[in-house]
């Protein structure tokens, strides 16, 4: 790949689009499971009996189990949202970008 291909995909605006909304995106998402994280973490550090109460009289599991699960669930769902995405109004940007690329060299070529 040349310099100016390079530079030519760089400007072209659908490239600019996929860049800013796939960024916006991926920060948005990376926010919301920072914020699951640390809170949990937080819990942890300012009220441990919270996360160590048993779920109910007599129970061995405490809160802390379903919500350390609820997490990695919370962790799995956001992959798949972005999954989803990408496979779908990114790969579509992507497609667009790369013909309009291959147009422009068909008509550089000729």
Do not use: C
Request: hydrophobic share 45%; aromatic share 10%.
């Amino acid at each position: 790949m040349t310099k100016e291909m390079i530079e030519h995909i760089r400007n072209n605006p659908k490239y600019q689009m996929l860049v800013k909304k796939r960024s916006r995106f991926a920060w948005t998402l990376s926010i919301i499971m920072l914020v699951v994280y640390y809170a949990f973490i937080l819990t942890i550090a300012f009220d441990p009996q919270l996360l160590g109460t048993p779920l109910g009289e007599g129970k061995v599991t405490t809160v802390g189990i379903p919500v350390g699960i609820a997490i990695i669930i919370i962790a799995f769902a956001l992959t798949g949202v972005y999954v989803k995405r990408a496979n779908s109004e990114f790969d579509d940007l992507s497609r667009e970008v790369k013909a309009e690329l291959e147009k422009e060299l068909a008509k550089d070529a000729s």
